[in-house]
């Protein structure tokens, strides 16, 4: 623009006339683009040493008395059990209401501390959901083994306690449950606690992912409504899960409701579980199957 005298011109586009009156453009400038004989070396000492071999033998100490680290122990598998290769009888702990996402069922902020402690960040464990039967935050209600009286407490205090007993459990949820952040907890610790089955009117598609990779089953209701057809205290039974892990994944589960009184209600649900996934759930753990793997047990 300089050249020509104006703001319009375009040296792109645009001609000049040169000291004999003929007109020229303006080339681009060029130049080398990288040094001929390579770039130099710079200072070794911010090179990084080659990833030292993986010693099966070395341990990792962790203190005992650590609050915020913790080792973490494989997930059990489950199969087989009493019931073959369907899940064993699992007590529903409580039917959540409404929106849980991911940070209901994990709750952030100073919990974060925990992230290494999965014991300890379990007692956070859907502190913020709320118990569709009560309408309480953060209660659910366990019926005595010996009295059959309902004895209501916090949902992670009544969770460790199943979890104590050796009684694993089953959660009932609402639409989209487990949306929010991906975090690996929200799928870790209810599983941790004895979690084995969420039978949901729809999931998050992520945490419907991680509740697999942890060994949870997710089953998606066929009829919504249904929803309200399982109670806290209710037995519940699969049929078809046994189908599946043997690898035919088009079947579908149906779940047999066994109420207090003794009453049955059958209802029917489906399922999103590939045949990887299917592995992961009897495994226990997808790290479970892939150790299964590496030990050539499972091809």
């Not at 000291?19 to 004989?37: A, D, M, R």
């Not at 010693?55 to 087989?80: G, H």
């Not at 998606?220 to 899960?241: H, M, Q």
């Not at 009184?261 to 399922?271: A, L, P, Q, S, Y």
Request: proline share 8%.
């Amino acid at each position: 623009m300089a050249f020509s005298g104006r703001l319009s011109f375009n040296p792109l586009t645009d001609s000049l006339l040169d000291k004999n009156g003929k007109p020229f453009k303006f080339s681009p400038p060029t130049g080398v683009q990288l040094p001929e004989n390579g770039f130099t070396p710079g200072d070794k000492s911010y090179t990084p040493s080659p990833t030292p071999k993986p010693l099966p033998e070395t341990s990792v100490a962790i203190s005992p008395e650590s609050t915020r680290l913790e080792i973490l122990a494989p997930f059990p598998c489950e199969f087989p059990n009493s019931r073959g290769m369907e899940l064993p009888a699992l007590k529903c702990l409580m039917r959540v209401r409404g929106k849980c996402t991911t940070d209901h069922i994990s709750a952030a902020g100073p919990w974060l501390k925990f992230k290494g402690h999965l014991s300890n960040i379990s007692e956070n464990t859907l502190i913020t959901a709320t118990n569709d039967e009560s309408g309480k935050v953060n209660a659910a209600v366990e019926y005595d083994p010996s009295s059959g009286a309902p004895v209501e407490d916090t949902i992670p205090a009544i969770a460790k306690r199943f979890k104590a007993r050796s009684e694993p459990w089953a959660l009932v949820v609402d639409e989209n449950y487990g949306e929010g952040s991906a975090r690996e907890h929200a799928a870790m610790q209810p599983r941790f606690l004895g979690c084995l089955l969420i039978v949901a009117r729809s999931f998050a598609r992520i945490h419907e992912t991680n509740l697999k990779k942890q060994g949870v089953l997710p089953l998606w209701l066929a009829d919504k409504n249904d929803y309200s057809s399982i109670s806290a205290g209710d037995v519940i039974e699969t049929e078809g899960v046994a189908n599946i892990l043997q690898g035919d994944t088009t079947k579908q589960v149906e779940l047999v409701v066994t109420k207090p009184n003794g009453d049955k209600v059958r209802i029917k649900t489906r399922h999103t579980l590939s045949a990887d996934q299917a592995n992961w759930i009897r495994a226990g753990s997808a790290l479970n199957f892939i150790r299964e793997q590496k030990a050539g047990g499972v091809n």
